[in-house]
């Protein structure tokens, strides 16, 4: 089975496509990072990709306006909904300290579900959307960032990056859940 996935390696979205797998007993499996919700759903309709997984709404950020736009704009079956509980946290290059930090780059929907914290502790700072919240730390630690920047990502993320943790669990909801859902083609396509 190839599972097609809104981000890459790091991201929530791999985490959530390896539940999906591990709930249903799926062993035989591999993953396309193909990084948007509209990705996702027009490899499923080439018949690239056999199952999408990719986020819906999150208790704190609300809907993830991306996946609603694929899916007004792509045929296909919900198979699964699920829910993933997210720990956001504070990534930084190895020797920068929070002090350092000039701007803050994540995926709008990690921003939103840590809203409060970056009003108490970067309230003057830059916050800036990236398309996913692997692909800014990969992008941090491939130097295409500044060192003054940190990113919001997953304690997977740091460890396959190479990053260090500044916070850990940095989002605003103390259970802070994100429904994914898992979609196939329909069957008379």
């Given at each position: 089975m ?7 390696e ?8 390896k ?5 249903f ?5 591999s993953?396309e990072?193909?990084v ?10 080439k ?13 704190q ?8 736009e ?21 990534l ?44 800014a730390?990969?992008d941090?630690?491939e ?9 919001i ?5 740091a ?10 669990d ?7 859940l994100t ?11």
């Amino acid at each position: 089975m190839i599972i097609g996935i809104q981000g890459i390696e790091g991201s929530f979205s791999e985490e959530a496509a390896k539940s999906y797998c591990k709930k249903f007993n799926i062993e035989n499996f591999s993953i396309e990072y193909l990084v948007s919700s509209m990705n996702v759903l027009d490899h499923l309709s080439k018949k690239s990709i056999d199952t999408g997984v990719f986020a819906m709404e999150n208790a704190q950020g609300g809907v993830v306006i991306e996946s609603v736009e694929a899916l007004a704009r792509n045929n296909c079956e919900i198979i699964d909904m699920f829910y993933v509980e997210i720990s956001q946290n504070l990534l930084a290059k190895p020797g920068i300290s929070l002090g350092d930090i000039e701007e803050i780059h994540s995926h709008e929907q990690a921003l939103k579900q840590c809203k409060d914290y970056l009003a108490e502790k970067f309230w003057s700072k830059k916050l800036v959307e990236q398309a996913d919240t692997a692909k800014a730390a990969q992008d941090l630690s491939e130097n295409k960032l500044d060192n003054n920047v940190a990113v919001i990502a997953s304690k997977f993320s740091a460890k396959k990056y190479g990053l260090q943790i500044l916070e850990n669990d940095i989002h605003d909801l103390k259970r802070n859940l994100t429904l994914f859902l898992a979609v196939k083609r329909i069957s008379n396509e």
